[in-house]
């Protein structure tokens, strides 16, 4: 053989070498020092980390994704279990989470062991992320209807699922909260942990259920604010009516506003019948354009508004918003509107889970039984279930839904103004859990107050994870502040 082939024989073998030993394996774990920087410019010593994991575990020739998230290392001198952030959504980012509001209770949380803001698949830093590119374009010259927001988002979905399913190769039918759960599992052998605590709000909750059914042995704490439970994907109208009610309540005895609307919910229905007699056209200025364009405001519009925002801090707004419509002024939802039939439908992520998830018969039943006597109807889970069609998810089934029945140590944080994961919903699974505390906020919507609105909250917390009895499960949230 010449010297020339024996040269190209041996390159050839070190290239196929250094190819077979670069190929990446699941659970792959890489950790590099990171400075973390918050939304207010703070900076702490921190970890990056990711984490190769099967994207389907039922497909044996399946992707690898990358999950990514940073770690806070304790400062403790004997930490506890890792405690790991899991963020709503779904399609929340806990990274992204890190750096805003509740960056000093991810800190705090330190004091008990290392914390980690956990990016889930297909969210945030994780690989791929599954943002979709479409916008919405719906016609601003024809009454708004649920018909012609499904249309629209029917014609988005399709080319989202066609970008990432047909051109990109991802498997959308791994991104469920059984996989998810999985995620967590692998993540704690990955990082050498013997259980893992959860720190957990809204959708992160109905992951935390699943991962606690699925890897009971692996969770040592877990704290489930607005829970999210099993079957709870889907909300009830009977729920959201309450909520009117309660807030309704709290309106007739406002000192300030109170004497203007005795009766919010007959103020609100006065205004729905309004509109869905003539439907108002308003012109505003598109911020966008700087061009003047004309808006169509509808019974369905004012619904779309409300449930979209009920149970949030965007709820003190709503007595203004229905005090100025019944007086002519639609000018704050027409601007609504515009943006909403202007906006990005969101994560491939966000729909598959929640598709995935479903509803037992039992569930769809009922909210079809209390959609009837609801004011909003069942608007609050538009556009679900009707825009699963064209997401394809497959469902997760009943088991996954039905009751759990769980050992491990469990706070339950819940506000008495959170229409989305009512104080309810926390009950309803709780009898499963031997070993739980319910904290209850009075006056607390959904998101930040379940947190944030107290100090009390955090020392309820740091109790809990440090094993102690939470001394005070009844807490005051600031009262709303209403004005017109």
């Known amino acids: 053989m010449s010297s020339y082939k024996c040269v190209s024989a041996t390159i050839f073998l070190l290239l196929l070498t250094g190819t077979t030993a670069a190929q990446p394996k699941a659970g792959t774990l890489k950790i590099k020092p990171y400075t973390f920087e918050n939304s207010k410019g703070e900076k702490v010593p921190a970890e990056f980390g990711t984490l190769l994991v099967p994207e389907n575990r039922s497909d044996p020739q399946t992707n690898l994704i990358e999950l990514a998230f940073v770690r806070f290392k304790s400062t ?25 509001s509740r960056f000093p209770l991810f800190m705090a949380l330190r004091e008990i062991g290392d914390v980690i803001a956990f990016d889930q698949r297909g969210t945030g830093y994780s690989k791929p992320n599954l943002g979709c590119y479409e916008r919405m374009s719906l016609p601003l010259d024809v009454p708004p209807s649920r018909e012609a927001v499904l249309k629209e988002l029917a014609v988005n979905a399709r080319g989202c699922v066609f970008y990432w399913k047909d051109l990109q190769r991802v498997d959308l039918t791994g991104y469920n909260t059984n996989e998810s759960a999985d995620d967590l599992e692998d993540l ?70 109170g004497k203007d609307i005795p009766d919010f919910l007959g103020l609100m229905k006065s205004v729905f019948d309004r509109l869905d007699s003539q439907p108002e056209t308003v012109e505003i200025t598109d911020p966008r354009t700087k061009q003047k364009v004309k808006v169509i405001v509808n019974k369905f519009v004012m619904q779309y508004i409300v449930a979209n925002n009920i149970g949030t801090t965007v709820t003190e707004r709503f007595p203004a918003l229905f005090y100025r419509a019944s007086k002519g002024d639609f000018s704050n939802p027409a601007q609504v509107w515009l943006n909403e039939s202007r906006r990005g439908i969101g994560s491939a992520m966000s729909y598959m889970m929640d598709c995935a998830s479903g509803q037992t018969a039992v569930r769809r039943e009922r909210i079809e039984r209390e959609a009837k006597g609801a004011l909003l109807g069942d608007i609050s889970n538009f556009p679900f279930p009707e825009v699963c ?7 997760v089934g009943d088991e996954f839904r039905s009751p759990l029945r769980s050992d491990a140590p469990v706070l339950f944080i819940s506000g008495t103004l959170d229409a989305r994961t009512p ?21 607390a919507v959904h998101s930040d107050p379940l947190f944030l609105s107290s100090p009390k909250i955090k020392d309820g917390m740091m109790e809990f994870l440090r094993g102690q009895p939470v001394t005070t499960t009844k807490i005051a949230a600031p009262p709303m502040k209403f004005k017109l």
Do not use: C
């Open 423 to 443: 104080v309810s919903n926390a009950e309803e699974y709780r009898t499963g859990f031997t070993n739980s505390t319910h904290m209850i906020i009075e006056g």
């Open 389 to 395: 069609q064209e997401w394809k998810a497959p469902d």
């Open 188 to 257: 704690r052998k990955a990082l050498g942990a013997n259980q893992i605590s959860l720190w957990t709000i809204s959708y992160g909750t109905h992951l935390a259920f699943a991962t606690m059914r699925r890897h009971p042995k692996s969770i040592h704490r877990a704290i489930l604010a607005g829970a999210e439970g099993p079957d709870h994907t889907y909300k009830l109208p009977g729920n959201v009516q309450k909520h009117l009610e309660d807030l309704a309540a709290l309106i007739k005895a406002d000192p300030v506003i």
């Open 76 to 100: 403790a001198k004997n930490p506890g279990p890792p405690i790991v952030y899991l963020a709503g959504g779904p399609g929340g980012s806990g990274i992204g989470t890190a750096t805003g």
